[in-house]
C-alpha cells in the first residue's frame, strides 16, 4: 500500500493506522489524522489505510 | 490569581515554550517565571517530541495546548482535537491566523471555529483582536476568555491599542481577559495588568532575550506590580497640573 506519512511517500503492509504507525516504526506521545480527519487512538486498529492516503502523526512540540 | 473554566492558576503569567536557547535553559526559565501556564503544540514527529514532552511534564505547570499555524476552521478543529488526546485536556488556545505577514486571527473562521469545539466539549481560549464585536460572538459561541493581542505575534510592540483594550476590559467586567502577544518588555505586561487584565501570555520576549531567565523574572515581578496596582485602584489622570503640595500657609516673600 503506497501511503504518505508526515508528508513523505512509504510503501508498506499495513492495511490499518495502527499497521502503519507500528510498521514506520512510530512509539510514545503521538496523534494521528488520516487525510484531514482526527483518528483517535482507540479507533486506530480499525482505521483502514486507502491507496494514496495522507496519514499525519504528530508529537507534542513547543509553541507559543 | 486568574480562574479559567472553574480552574483557579497559581500566576498570572501564562509563558510559551518556544524558542528557547536549549531545553535547560527553557526549564530554567519556567522556574524564574513562576509560570502557572505552559502553551505547547503539536507538529510532525522527527523525533524530538517523546523528549519534549518528558520536559514539559517535569515543570509542573497546566499545559495549553495551541492550533498555531491553523488558516482554516478545518486545520484548526482537527489540530485541536489531536491535542486534546495528546495533552489530555479540553483547554485549547485557538488560533486560526488570517494573514502570514501579520499573523491577526481571521476573526469569521475564528469564531466558527470556536463554535464547533465548544459544542464539542472544548474550552477555548481564542487568541483574537480588541474587536468588541468579535469578541461577543467569540462569549456567543460558547467562549468563558477573551485573549485578544497586545501586538501581532513575536513583534515585542506591546499595547498596540491601549484603547481598545481598556475599552474591552470596560465592557466585558466579569469575563477572564488575556493579553497574549505582542509583550515586548515587563513594562508592557505591567501595563495590561495595571489595566485589569487577568493574565498575560508571552513567548518571544523570554526565550529570545539574551538572559531568559532574568527576563522570566522580570515579567514576573511586573506582573505582580502591575496586579497591585490595579487592586489599589489608580489615580485618574489629568491634561493640567495640580501642585501636590499645599498652597495654603505658603509664606509671602
Redesign the interface.
Known amino acids: 500500500m503506497k501511503i504518505t506519512i508526515?508528508?513523505t511517500p512509504h510503501d508498506l503492509r499495513a492495511t490499518t493506522v495502527a499497521e502503519a504507525l507500528e510498521e514506520a516504526g512510530?512509539?510514545?506521545?503521538?496523534?494521528?489524522?488520516l487525510n484531514?480527519?482526527?483518528v483517535?487512538?482507540g479507533l486506530r486498529a480499525t482505521t483502514a489505510l486507502t491507496e494514496g492516503a495522507a496519514l499525519?502523526?504528530?508529537?507534542?512540540?513547543?509553541?507559543? | 490569581m486568574p480562574t479559567f473554566y472553574g480552574t483557579e492558576v497559581s500566576s498570572a503569567l501564562m509563558l510559551g515554550t518556544a524558542g528557547y536557547p536549549s531545553p535547560a535553559i527553557l526549564a530554567e526559565a519556567f522556574r524564574a517565571s513562576g509560570a502557572g501556564i505552559a502553551t505547547v503544540s503539536l507538529r510532525r514527529e522527527t523525533g524530538g517530541g517523546q523528549d519534549f514532552w518528558a520536559l514539559i511534564r517535569d515543570l509542573g505547570t497546566r499545559i495549553l495546548p495551541n492550533t498555531a499555524g491553523c488558516h482554516t476552521v478545518r486545520e484548526a478543529v482537527t489540530t485541536a482535537q489531536m491535542a486534546r488526546e495528546v495533552f489530555d485536556t479540553p483547554w485549547i488556545k485557538l488560533e486560526v491566523i488570517g494573514h502570514a505577514d501579520s499573523l491577526q486571527p481571521d476573526p469569521f473562521a475564528l469564531v466558527e471555529a470556536a463554535s464547533i469545539l465548544t459544542a464539542d466539549g472544548f474550552q477555548v481560549f481564542p487568541y483574537c483582536t480588541e474587536d468588541l464585536i468579535v469578541c461577543e460572538h467569540l462569549l456567543d459561541a460558547g467562549c468563558e476568555v477573551l485573549m485578544p493581542w497586545g501586538a501581532p505575534i513575536g513583534s515585542g510592540l506591546g499595547l498596540n491599542n491601549r484603547y481598545g483594550l481598556r475599552a474591552l476590559r470596560a465592557h466585558f467586567p466579569d469575563v477572564p481577559l488575556v493579553v497574549d502577544a505582542g509583550i515586548g518588555l515587563p513594562s508592557h505586561a505591567a501595563a495590561a495588568m495595571e489595566m485589569g487584565f487577568d493574565a498575560v501570555l508571552l513567548n518571544t520576549a523570554v526565550a529570545k532575550a539574551g538572559d531568559p531567565a532574568g527576563m522570566a523574572r522580570a515579567m514576573a515581578l511586573a506582573i505582580e506590580a502591575g496586579t497591585a496596582a490595579h487592586a489599589a485602584d489608580p489615580m485618574e489622570p489629568r491634561d493640567m497640573a495640580a501642585p501636590s503640595t499645599p498652597l495654603i500657609g505658603k509664606a509671602f516673600l
Not at chain 1, 512510530?26 to 489524522?33: C, E, I, S, V
Open positions: 508526515n508528508g512510530f512509539t510514545g506521545k503521538l496523534a494521528t489524522a484531514g480527519d482526527f483517535p487512538a499525519e502523526v504528530l508529537a507534542p512540540m513547543q509553541g507559543g
